[in-house]
Nanobody
C-alpha cells in the first residue's frame, strides 16, 4: 500500500506561483498513475490533473489548463504540481492521489485509491 505526503502549500498573492510536491513510499511508484485533487471551503473535492505512469500522458481540468503543470520523477518517487498565475479561486486543500488503474480510465477523475492528507494553498488578492 502506498503512502503519500504532500508539501509546498502556503500563502501566495494572486498571479504568483507555488510548487507542490508529493512523496510516495510503500509501493512501486511507477506502477501508479498519480493525480492532484483539491477541495475548497464549502465545496466538494474536484479533480485537477493526473499523469500516466511514465509521465508521458497528462490530463488537466479545464479550470487549470495552461496554468498548472504536473510532472513526476519515478527515480525520486515524487510527483509535482507547478501552479502559475494563481487565482483566488485556486484556494483549496490540495490532495495527492495514486491509483493502479490504467491512465485512460475515465473513473479516476472521480477519485483514486490512495490519498495524502493534503496541503493548504491560500491565494490572496
Amino acid at each position: 500500500q502506498v503512502q503519500l505526503v504532500e508539501s509546498g502549500g502556503g500563502l501566495v498573492q494572486a498571479g504568483g506561483s507555488l510548487r507542490l510536491s508529493c512523496a510516495a513510499s510503500g509501493g512501486t511508484f511507477s506502477n501508479y498513475i498519480m493525480g492532484w485533487f483539491r477541495q475548497a471551503p464549502g465545496k466538494e473535492r474536484e479533480f485537477v490533473v493526473h499523469i500516466s505512469r511514465s509521465g508521458g500522458g497528462t490530463n488537466y481540468a479545464d479550470s487549470v489548463k495552461g496554468r498548472f503543470t504536473i510532472s513526476r520523477d519515478n527515480a525520486k518517487n515524487t510527483v509535482y504540481l507547478q501552479m502559475n498565475i494563481l487565482k483566488r479561486e485556486d484556494r483549496a486543500v490540495y490532495y495527492c492521489a495514486a491509483d493502479p488503474r490504467p491512465y485512460g480510465s475515465s473513473s479516476v477523475r472521480d477519485g483514486m485509491d490512495y490519498w495524502g492528507k493534503g496541503t493548504l494553498v491560500t491565494v490572496s488578492s
